[in-house]
């Protein structure tokens, strides 16, 4: 049976009504909410930094030197810009797995966020990137952002749903979720991403997954999910949804141990979110791994 509605009506933190496009569930209308009224000033801190904001973490060891010493009047803000640093370096090991990448091309970043992958793309390849999600406040910020720069015409956030995008079958280069696939079914998305995208075309993730060799999700992993309102997924359903979706995996990288120096100096920053913890015991216990995989369509 189809429980599917054709779209949800619900209110921004500023007072606005908007709509999130079908197929729609109240699940994804309270994700809209979350990401319209999510006022963490972490993102938006870090992106201040050089203007690509983005909406995930980082990899990469930590630069001690450009850190300097903590008891610095300026160390918090060299601290930021290192956190920041190490976004944009997991945004760019994604981008380099894309595979060859015209300057005509049609790329999409599913679930978008502010924008900053796309933005990142666009500059690599100077080819159009569409970006999705469900959060008008997301989008607006994105195209302002966009504007700003003066890639309009390239680069463009649309609010819909990464279930059902307005791309038609088999126009896409290539495609990514970063840190976005624990909020949909996995089967749903990838046959979303199978369908637009051309044959021989990319399909990149990189996201955090539980470990089926730990047994279950772990108190570590429920507290994320509890946190950001998602479903954390296991390596193997990535792996299983892919194969039943036309989607061949050519690169699997385990970024945990790149991921950790991240976490464990955010922990020591002004812009702890009180889940760093859970993180960073999640990845040391081995119950949590970060992942990029990256897949043909067939």
Known sequence: MDTRVTSIEHTTAQGATAFVPSPASPYQGDIARYWDQE???????????????????????????ALGDTADSAYEKKLIA???RLESAQAGVLIDHLGPVGGEAALVDAGCGRGGSMVMAHQRFGCHVDGVTLSAKQADFANRRARELRIDSHVRARVCNMLDMPFGTGQIRASWNNESTMYVDLHDLFAEHSRILEIGGRYVTITGCWNPRYGQPSKWVS?????????????????????DNRLVPQTVVDL?????????????????????????????????QYLLIAADRV
């Open 223 to 243: 507290q994320i999910n509890a946190h950001f309102e998602c479903n954390i997924h296991s390596r193997r359903e990535y792996m299983r949804a892919m194969a």
């Open 39 to 65: 006022a963490r000033p972490v993102n938006l801190r870090l992106g201040d930094v050089d203007g690509l904001y983005h909406h995930h973490y980082g990899i990469g060891e930590i630069d001690r030197a």
């Open 82 to 84: 290192e956190l920041h």
């Open 256 to 288: 945990t141990a790149a991921t950790l120096p991240y976490w464990e100096l955010r922990a020591t920053s002004s812009l702890v979110t009180g889940i760093e913890e859970a993180f960073i015991n999640s990845y040391k216990d081995g119950s949590f």
